[in-house]
């Protein structure tokens, strides 16, 4: 059975990216372009792990964490953003890990990896 | 009391006049201010001086040294322009217009007085200058030109004269030193000539305090204009960080797939997406480059709808925090401006008009041409500004908002009047403000 991945991102090129590399890994990996619309599908779907990234139109990244937090208490999130300011916010303490973004994709998947082999056990 | 002693009152009183009125209108420059002093003292016959100059005081080096000095090097100079002087027979306001200040930087006798350096405590406790300085009052020294209690180098550029050593003292403590000499006149100097001599010192010391006063200001000013922009900067850099990092991470991202694929179908596709996101960095990178200074204005053709969108995107932030709604009514237009600069003033006028707005405002912008000119409209519906302060929001540091320096329309109204153009703000309390600011669709002449 593989594991769930949802990316909530609202630049498009980015979100194919992030999901065939993590496909790539052999992940099952769904998209949102917004924080509404990865809202719904936290709703309805089974998920293993959440990709979330801030700044988006709309919704805030963070205002997003907090609504995750409060319907589905032990699902892992990934903050992956350009910002770094934000690591500073309280709110994004509640994530189980704040990852910069860089050029270099592989800290992400790495991250990925390691907080759902942690799940596991 | 005879006629002669009462027109050599009449005389000085005029001179002292002048004098003054020849301050007043010389702005704020310290060397403008020295140069009417000393041509005060030296002018015609008025004081009967030949020479003078003045030496400042560097109090953290306790120096003396010399700032400026007016007045003929040797008996041939003072042949000449007494001859001169006489001939042409000036009245003294003459003196202040006639010979412009480069004119006396270049002359033997301020080169002299400029490589004047003295160290206050190595003279002797009974020199003029030490003594003037510590006691602070003025000393006349007669047959200046063997008296030892002037210091050795100024006696070296004396003549057979008498001369008065005056300090010049403000409230900050001593600025430096007048000297003046009979040397090619030889008149006496007497009682009334030395409290016209004082006279004319404490008008220095005035002058010179409110000079170093003002460019205090100046350069505070300055600075804090420097700040302003500094933070607006700094906005303007973190969007520029974050705009650029997400293509770039894109662009890595695809490129390795490619690097990776012998599919040719995901090769063009990854290519095309790199393409896009490579069109997007330079589109961010025209936007915004680097606010530049605002003395020069570099003009070239300017769309300024795109100028207010791009502002508009900058500030997406704080409208959607604010839930302003911005209702744009604009025309493409080009014209002649500079567009860093004319960034500035749209980034400051815009993000006012959200500052100051009523939650879930709306800022209009709209643009037409009026005359010459291209007006464009920014109007809010904000708080408003009170009638009485309406003039002063233009003025420096004058702010109404918490933590605001007070410098953004300071710094728009600047730019637009650099473009020729000029800005206008109505504003009714509790209704809102509008800014029209006016370019000009024709340049005439290039500043």
């Given at each position: 059975m593989k594991n769930r991945i949802l990316i909530i991102e609202d630049n498009e090129n980015e979100r194919i990216l992030y999901k065939e590399e993590l496909e790539k890994d052999g992940y099952f990996v769904l998209v949102a372009s917004s924080g509404k619309e990865g809202l719904s599908i936290i709703e309805k779907e089974n998920l293993d792990l959440i990709i979330l990234d801030l700044k988006m139109p709309q919704m805030d990244g963070l205002e997003v964490l907090g609504k995750i937090l409060s319907k589905r208490k032990n699902l892992p999130v990934i903050i992956y953003t350009?910002?770094?300011?934000?690591?500073?916010?309280?709110?994004?303490?509640?994530?189980d890990s704040y990852i910069l973004k860089s050029s270099d994709i592989s800290e992400l998947k790495n991250k990925v990896k390691e907080l759902l082999e942690i799940k596991k056990i | 009391m005879n006629e002669h002693y009462l027109n050599d009152i009449k005389r000085d009183i005029f001179l002292v006049h002048t004098i003054s009125k020849e301050l007043l209108r010389s702005s704020l420059s310290i060397d403008r201010i020295i140069h009417v002093i000393l041509t005060g003292i030296t002018a015609g016959h008025f004081l009967g001086f030949s020479r003078a100059f003045i030496l400042f005081y560097d109090k953290g080096k306790d120096l003396l040294y010399g700032k400026m000095g007016i007045g003929p090097f040797d008996e041939e100079e003072a042949g000449l322009i007494w001859s001169r002087i006489e001939k042409e027979?000036?009245?003294?306001?003459k003196f202040f217009e006639n010979g412009t200040r480069d004119e006396f930087k270049n002359s033997r006798f301020n080169l002299a007085i400029e490589r004047l350096k003295i160290k206050v405590d190595e003279l002797p406790e009974n020199d003029y200058f030490k003594k003037s300085i510590k006691e602070k009052r003025l000393f006349v020294s007669y047959n200046v030109e063997k008296d030892e209690n002037i210091p050795e180098d100024i006696r070296d550029l004396l003549y057979p004269s008498d001369a008065v050593i005056s300090p010049i003292f403000s409230e900050r403590g001593l600025i430096g030193i007048i000297f003046a000499d009979n040397a090619f006149h030889k008149q006496p100097i007497t009682e009334e000539k030395l409290t016209l001599f004082s006279i004319i010192s404490t008008y220095a010391a005035l002058s010179i305090e409110n000079a170093f006063k003002y460019n205090e200001v100046k350069n505070m000013q300055d600075k804090l204009i420097e700040k302003e922009r500094f933070a607006t900067m700094g906005k303007i850099a973190s969007y520029i960080t974050h705009e650029v990092k997400n293509p770039l991470v894109t662009i890595c991202g695809f490129s390795k797939q490619i690097l990776e694929t012998d599919d040719i179908i995901k090769i063009k596709r990854n290519a095309q997406i790199i393409y896009e996101e490579v069109l997007r960095l330079e589109k961010i990178i025209n936007n915004i480059i680097n606010f530049s200074n605002i003395s020069n204005i570099f003009l070239e053709e300017i769309n300024i709808t795109e100028i207010i969108e791009n502002i508009i995107d900058l500030l997406a932030d704080e409208i959607k925090e604010k839930n302003i709604e911005i209702k744009s009514y604009l025309f493409p237009c080009n014209i002649k401006g500079d567009p860093v600069q004319l960034k500035e003033v749209f980034f400051n006028i815009i993000k006012n008009g959200i500052e100051n707005n009523v939650e879930f405002g709306k800022i209009y912008i709209n643009c037409e041409v009026f005359e010459k000119f291209l007006k464009i409209v920014i109007r809010d519906t904000g708080v408003g500004i009170e009638e009485n302060i309406l003039e002063k929001v233009t003025t420096p540091f004058f702010t109404t908002k918490k933590g605001g320096l007070g410098l953004g329309l300071t710094i728009a109204k600047e730019i637009i009047e650099k473009h020729n153009g000029k800005i206008e703000i109505e504003s009714k309390l509790n209704e809102g403000t509008s800014v029209n600011i006016y370019l000009p669709l024709e340049v005439q002449n290039e500043k």
């Open positions: 350009s910002y770094s300011e934000y690591k500073n916010n309280f709110l994004s303490w509640a994530a | 027979n000036l009245p003294i306001e």
